[in-house]
């Protein structure tokens, strides 16, 4: 089965909540790898402007993961 994207799994009737968020955590972690950002707070803001419906829990979750 082909990768599917956020937006087309919020769409699926099978929703299940964990992999959605496990893939919208994914989404934030290739974000944050593609651009770097300086520091902890640009990282935060970068992804609060790009997901906007996450909350800061899983945006933490997700800079967490990339800076270990």
Request: aromatic share 4%.
């Given at each position: 089965?082909?990768?599917?994207?956020?937006?087309?799994?919020?769409?699926?009737?099978e929703l299940?909540?964990?992999?959605?968020?496990?893939?919208?955590?994914?989404?934030?972690?290739?974000?944050?790898?593609?651009?770097?950002?300086?520091?902890?707070?640009?990282?935060?803001?970068?992804?609060?402007d790009a997901?906007?419906?996450?909350?800061?829990?899983?945006?933490?979750?997700?800079?967490?993961?990339?800076?270990?």
């Amino acid at each position: 089965m082909a990768s599917k994207s956020y937006r087309q799994f919020m769409c699926s009737e099978e929703l299940d909540p964990t992999a959605l968020l496990d893939h919208r955590i994914a989404d934030m972690r290739r974000l944050l790898a593609g651009m770097e950002p300086g520091s902890a707070a640009s990282a935060l803001r970068a992804l609060r402007d790009a997901f906007p419906e996450a909350s800061l829990e899983e945006r933490v979750r997700a800079l967490t993961a990339v800076r270990h």
